[in-house]
């Protein structure tokens, strides 16, 4: 099987190889890769910004078809559209396996991150990790599954949102439009802020119903919060592109006693930040880290409650063997999700 893989330590070293299909064993499947979605996070793997497991195949945002299954396996059958969280291994004894916040587990393993993903033609998975999809969601959509949970996971458990708060989200990339339609559902205003060389993204979230979109490089941040807020900043906000320029402004510009919730990952730590600012405002500063299975359960329903169609996120779509203009296209922001289909 193709299977596109970081073979080396800094920028690029990846490579498109050949490999055994795997075998399901026990409670594992075999899904065959419908699409995979190009992650902030496999970008930073691509520019060695980000430490994996090496050799590794990368991808983890997918939606398939199961394959083969293990002997164990009882609750799936061949031919099955699924989605996979991407957590693979964890301790199963720890105080957060126990509360199935798989995420936080210190020995958790990931799909493409530390055991082999889904920029593959086929991909392992643990069946009780597997879920089902209704023929409502169609194929596209499902490999947005992986991260709109994530932001699912902000939103709805990392924090409360309350009809008409003021939100403002940082990073227009995938995860940031996402958040910020999410965020939009549950009622709130919401306000999108990119940079000047984020214009295609922040036109495109515009098109999909993100009425308030800013280039921070272009705007004076007090009128900005006089127009918005009154001059009192922010409820909350939705920090998602991994810019410590961008989660100093996010403390700058949310209110006092206001939430700032940090989704994006950073490429290099640790970064400086001006930290005054959380203590004479008495913000709350919330890390939240990908996602956990009841994040999964919400997703798939908020995507058939929402009536949001978000088909329009996915802008492009590629072969495997076009990878190399896939991660281009993704890194340079000319797209707004890339959708690789092996």
Request: aromatic fraction near 6%.
């Amino acid at each position: 099987m193709k299977a596109l893989r970081k073979v080396a330590d800094g920028f690029g070293n990846m490579k498109l190889c050949d490999l055994n299909k795997p075998l399901p064993k026990d409670d594992e499947v075999l899904i065959k890769v419908m699409f995979s979605g190009i992650c902030g996070s496999d970008i930073h793997a691509f520019k060695g910004e980000y430490n994996k497991q090496i050799p590794l195949t990368l991808g983890h945002e997918f939606i398939g078809i199961v394959h083969e299954k293990g002997d164990k396996v009882t609750d799936l059958t061949i031919g099955d559209r699924v989605v996979s969280e991407t957590t693979y291994q964890v301790c199963e004894k720890c105080i957060h396996c126990l509360a199935q916040e798989y995420n936080l587990c210190s020995q958790r393993k990931g799909l493409g991150t530390q055991v082999d993903g889904s920029f593959a033609t086929f991909v392992l998975a643990k069946t009780e990790r597997c879920h089902k999809l209704p023929d409502t969601i169609s194929n596209e959509v499902a490999a947005l599954i992986e991260p709109l949970a994530c932001c699912i996971h902000a939103a709805m458990e990392k924090t409360h949102i309350h009809p008409n708060e003021k939100i403002a989200v940082f990073g227009p990339g995938p995860i940031g439009v996402l958040m910020a339609l999410v965020v939009k559902s549950l009622g709130a205003e919401v306000t999108l802020i990119g940079i000047s060389k984020d214009a295609y993204r922040l036109a495109k979230a515009k098109e999909l119903g993100i009425a308030q979109v800013i280039d921070s490089q272009t705007i004076e941040w007090t009128a900005l919060l006089e127009e918005r807020t009154n001059q009192l900043g922010f409820d909350q906000v939705f920090e998602c592109s991994g810019s410590p320029q961008a989660l100093q402004q996010a403390l700058e510009i949310v209110k006092k006693k206001g939430i700032v919730i940090q989704e994006g990952l950073f490429a290099k730590n640790p970064i400086p930040v001006d930290m005054s600012l959380l203590l004479n405002k008495e913000i709350q500063l919330i890390g939240s880290r990908t996602q956990k299975t009841s994040s999964w359960h919400k997703t798939i329903e908020w995507l058939q409650t929402s009536e949001i169609d978000l088909s329009p996120v996915i802008t492009k779509i590629l072969p495997l063997d076009q990878w190399e203009e896939a991660f281009r296209l993704a890194m340079n922001g000319e797209e707004l999700k890339v959708l690789l289909k092996p």
